[in-house]
């Protein structure tokens, strides 16, 4: 077995050392950064969206809006391919197309006058091809958003509520730092040291008053059915994974069972013990909490309890609705706000959680130095052909872990909000190349903890038996949070503790995705008058961030076929936000073309991503067809066209330009 600190440490000798040679290299020889060029937020500096800020600030509002759940559940569920092409996709394709796009695409924008992507596409390819761009832009944005406000509603509600008060503290907890920072020039130090302490509060807050939405919906006697029955939930267990404990399960007496799955905590840890004197897999089971309304639902359920299951899951639905109804309100006022007071301050103090997740993960990792226990390359791996357990490595690898290694999401956030704070020119390669280094060294804990984190070759293999049962939002926040909360507990913290602290991480950085796309999908909205003059009214941010809000919510909340749209229409978003990733690159590639600049850099990156794309939009709208399904057809079918359409003016472009060079 392979020892997974090794990998760990390798990987991070090689971003460091990626960083100082390739994205210097960048910055010097092919974007030109100037420290003594004035920036666009020094030009046009309003106070609201142009804010000169410093790089360690920005650093953490960049990292932290780009990383969001990304880095995290597409490595999480891409090792069932092998923890190896996995981590050398992660490695190469950070250092030499992820990190080179978020950089390229900053300092394009930054010698753009700060202009966004889709203005520079403009300039460079042409009118059609931003207004193409903006389309595609616009479905990114609020497909994303839309699911993303539908799996922060499912967090709070079935999985972490002890993560609901630490979440919504921190946009308080920022508000008073960015005043502290900005209104009464408090030393940046001092100010994080205490919007850090206030943080760890709210954790610690929010780990012992867990807060559970359901219980507001749920009639006087429900209520009182759940305190009846609080004893009996410290004394049961359900079981989610027998391992090899099935037998000795159904050999217990009826006592010590309410029912399927449901067992006498106290009988459980017996056959567990005798289980691992046999070498045997363990049974995996999870406590009943009065605060995780999910895990009621499988008491009750066992208990017969009919009537009592489906007021629960009524009332689970209805804490989910109002849930998603609270994430648009600040979604649509945190769009709005100045950056310095919330959307900066809330990313940067949420980025040191990350950094001090991070660092204790790879510090348990040196203490408990795991082994690998996950195969190399799965043993029914195809390169090039699907099965029913796993998809083709080629070209769905590239598209499953996107966040950790190219995304095209990122030109975005690198054009929009983080290119208008840019104090200096050669803060780029700190922020653009950096942030992407930095998430990526994410992405390889990620993959260790999905890999390292399982007692045993047999029970990984049973978690990744195949592609359906690993895919799963729960599945794979699972495998990280206990590989990781693993790694955590090695440095003294309890093992329930590490796993809440993960949790915490995981769901603010949906938060921070979340507020920080949504700003984006209003400058998305802004941009849109450009096409028309009846449009000028959408430079108002106050209606462009209420169609944005409202785009949001009709993929979070239409249905089609009883499903969400967001949810139905979200197999399309892997592919499309890859094609964003290669549709940037051609851009940049021709910005530099046009200047003489060198450009091969940019060139190969755009070939390979998309080329990867197409062909795997090309193979789902097949799949499509085939399955009937006449939404995703439809438009997996328009975005199809619209690519192919942008990459012909493209080209069209580049022989512009050649022209002219010609002569």
């Given at each position: 077995m392979w020892d997974a600190l090794s990998f760990a440490l390798l990987s991070m000798v090689g971003f460091l050392a990626a960083y100082f040679v390739y994205g210097r290299f960048i910055g010097r020889k092919i974007l030109c950064l100037d420290p003594e060029r004035s920036t666009p937020a020094?030009?046009?500096?309003?106070?609201?969206?142009?804010?000169?800020?410093?790089?360690?600030?920005l650093f953490g509002h960049h990292f932290a809006s780009i990383a969001g759940l990304g880095p995290i559940l597409g490595p999480a569920i891409a090792v069932i391919w092998g923890w190896l092409p996995a981590l050398l996709w992660v490695f190469f394709g950070t250092i030499f197309l992820g990190a080179v796009h978020d950089f390229t695409v900053l300092g394009v924008s930054l010698r753009s006058q700060g202009k966004s992507i889709t203005e520079v596409s403009k300039e460079v390819v042409g009118e059609r091809a931003r207004a193409l761009f903006?389309?595609?832009?616009?479905?990114?944005?609020?497909?994303?958003?839309?699911?993303?406000?539908?799996?922060?509603?499912?967090?709070?509600?079935?999985?972490?509520?002890?993560?609901?008060?630490?979440?919504?503290?921190?946009?308080?907890?920022?508000?008073?730092?960015?005043?502290?920072?900005?209104?009464?020039?408090?030393?940046l130090a001092l100010a994080t040291g205490i919007g850090l302490v206030l943080m760890l509060?709210?954790?610690?807050?929010?780990?012992?008053?867990?807060?559970?939405?359901?219980?507001?919906f749920l009639s006087s006697r429900a209520l009182a059915k759940v305190e009846e029955e609080k004893e009996n939930f410290s004394r049961y267990v359900y079981v989610i994974d027998f391992g090899g404990g099935r037998a000795y399960l159904q050999a217990l007496s009826k006592d010590a069972s309410l029912g399927e799955r449901v067992?006498?905590?106290?009988?459980?840890?017996?056959?567990?013990?005798?289980?691992?004197?046999?070498?045997?897999?363990?049974?995996?089971?999870?406590?009943?909490?009065e605060e995780n309304v999910s895990t009621l639902l499988h008491y009750f359920r066992a208990r017969g309890d009919e009537g009592m299951f489906r007021e629960l899951a009524r009332a689970r639905e209805s804490a989910k609705v109002?849930?998603?109804?609270?994430?648009?309100?600040?979604?649509?006022?945190?769009?709005?706000?100045?950056?310095?007071?919330?959307?900066?301050?809330?990313?940067?103090?949420?980025?040191?959680?990350?950094?001090?997740?991070c660092a204790l993960m790879y510090l348990g990792l040196f203490l408990l130095r795991p082994k690998i226990v996950a195969p190399a390359l799965h043993p029914q791996l195809h390169f090039f052909e699907s099965t029913s357990v796993l998809p083709a490595l080629f070209p769905f690898l590239f598209i499953t872990i996107a966040c950790g290694a190219i995304s095209g999401f990122h030109c975005l956030v690198s054009s929009g909000t983080t290119v208008r704070q840019l104090k200096r020119e050669t803060d780029a390669q700190l922020i653009g190349y950096g942030g992407m280094l930095m998430?990526?060294?994410l992405a390889v804990v990620v993959i260790l903890a999905c890999t390292a984190g399982f007692p045993s070759q047999e029970s990984w293999h049973y978690f990744y038996r195949d592609w359906h049962s690993a895919s799963g939002l729960g599945a794979k926040l699972a495998a990280f949070i206990n590989g990781a909360g693993l790694f955590i507990s090695q440095v003294g913290i309890s093992l329930s503790f590490s796993k809440t602290l993960v949790a915490v991480v995981i769901v603010g950085f949906a938060m921070t995705t979340l507020d920080s796309a949504t700003r984006l999908l209003r400058y998305n909205i802004e941009e849109f008058r450009h096409l028309h003059s009846r449009l000028n009214f959408l430079s108002n941010r106050y209606i462009a961030s209420?169609?944005?809000?409202?785009?949001?919510?009709?993929?979070?909340?239409?249905?089609?076929?009883?499903?969400?749209?967001?949810?139905?229409?979200?197999?399309?978003?892997?592919?499309?936000?890859?094609?964003?990733g290669g549709i940037a690159l051609l851009v940049v590639s021709l910005y530099l073309y046009s200047r003489g600049l060198p450009y091969f850099y940019t060139l190969l990156p755009m070939f390979f991503m998309l080329g990867m794309t197409l062909v795997a939009m090309i193979l789902k709208w097949r799949e499509f067809w085939q399955k009937g399904s006449l939404p995703l057809l439809f438009v997996g079918g328009a975005i199809l066209g619209m690519t192919f359409w942008l990459c012909v003016e493209g080209w069209r472009a580049w022989r512009r330009y050649r022209r002219k060079q010609a002569v």
């Open positions: 020094q030009l046009r500096e309003d106070g609201v969206e142009y804010v000169p800020t410093n790089r360690f600030i903006m389309l595609i832009i616009f479905f990114t944005l609020a497909l994303a958003m839309g699911v993303f406000v539908i799996v922060i509603a499912v967090l709070f509600t079935d999985f972490y509520p002890s993560a609901v008060i630490p979440t919504f503290s921190l946009i308080l907890i920022a508000c008073f730092t960015g005043i502290l920072v900005y209104k009464y020039r408090l030393h509060f709210s954790l610690l807050l929010g780990v012992r008053y867990p807060f559970s939405m359901y219980s507001y067992y006498l905590r106290s009988e459980l840890e017996r056959i567990n013990r005798r289980l691992e004197g046999e070498g045997k897999l363990s049974i995996v089971a999870v406590p009943f909490l109002a849930w998603m109804w609270i994430l648009l309100g600040y979604a649509l006022v945190a769009s709005i706000l100045p950056v310095w007071l919330l959307l900066q301050p809330r990313d940067y103090l949420n980025s040191f959680q990350l950094y001090f997740g998430e990526g060294s209420f169609l944005a809000v409202l785009a949001i919510a009709f993929f979070a909340f239409l249905k089609l076929d009883g499903r969400s749209a967001g949810l139905t229409l979200w197999a399309l978003f892997g592919t499309t936000n890859q094609l964003l």
